[in-house]
């Protein structure tokens, strides 16, 4: 079955960089683009950003636009997300989502982030 | 960036009645392939959200027929024909037409 499995959460302060990674298993991964959705504390849902298949496409929320980087390694199977100069306001559960024709057909569990000095 | 606001934000519903939740976008969502792309999401408490209905009115794989989706342009509709318990958590519109894809602000489902 689709599984897609978060990890690389954890608190750190402002300012400093956190590396995400989702493992990716069941599916062939090389086939689909993937995505980062954020969730802060007791809000809504905020897409991040999203890769294609290939690699060859990133796009960003203005909110995390040069910051973060998206990228994956298909041999892998594994999606990354390099967070830089992280904020307070970064803080949230991040989770990975498979993308499909413009839908959110699988996603994780989720990694928590908290940025706090 | 396309906005998109749903009503109610929370609902308190009595098991086997139904309930209706709106969603409008800022902008048409109909895409220039001829698709509307308006997704409904579910997040039950505690997990993470999955996919209940995509391109306003398809249903996703597993999803019971209770739930339903309608409308075009930028006012669409989610309808659960019947409420079960296990409806209960916070739904959320999403629009996939134009980047960055944007949510809605959740409405929150409880049982009465």
């Known amino acids: 079955q689709v599984q897609l499995v978060e990890s690389g959460g954890g608190v750190v302060q402002p300012g400093r960089s956190l590396r995400l990674s989702c493992a990716a298993s069941?599916?062939?991964?090389?086939?689909?683009?993937m995505h980062w959705v954020r969730q802060g504390p007791g809000k809504g849902l905020e897409w991040v950003s999203l890769?294609?298949?290939?690699?060859?496409?990133?796009d960003y929320a203005e909110s995390v636009k040069g910051r973060f980087t998206i990228s994956r390694d298909n041999s892998k199977n594994t999606l990354y997300l390099q967070m830089d100069s992280l904020r307070v306001e970064d803080t949230a559960i991040y989770y990975c989502?498979?993308?499909?024709?413009?839908?959110?057909?699988?996603w994780g569990q989720g990694t928590l982030v908290t940025v706090s000095s | 960036d396309i906005v998109m606001t749903q009503t109610p934000l929370s609902l308190s519903v009595t098991p086997g009645q139904p309930a209706t939740i709106s969603c409008k976008s800022s902008?048409?969502?109909?895409?220039?392939?001829?698709?509307?792309?308006l997704c409904w999401y579910l997040q039950k408490p505690g997990q993470p959200p999955h996919l209940l209905i995509y391109?306003?009115?398809n249903r996703f794989s597993g999803v019971p027929d209770r739930f339903s989706g309608s409308g075009s342009g930028t006012d669409f509709t989610l309808s659960i024909s019947r409420v079960e318990a296990e409806d209960v958590g916070v739904y959320y519109c999403?629009?996939?037409?134009?980047?960055?894809?944007?949510f809605g602000q959740g409405t929150k489902v409880e049982i009465k």
């Open positions: 989502a498979r993308g499909e024709s413009r839908k959110l057909g699988a």
């Open positions: 069941g599916f062939t991964f090389r086939n689909y683009g």
């Open positions: 890769i294609w298949y290939d690699g060859s496409n990133k």
């Open positions: 902008q048409s969502l109909l895409h220039s392939d001829g698709k509307t792309s």
């Open positions: 391109e306003v009115s």
């Open positions: 999403v629009q996939s037409t134009q980047p960055p894809w944007t």
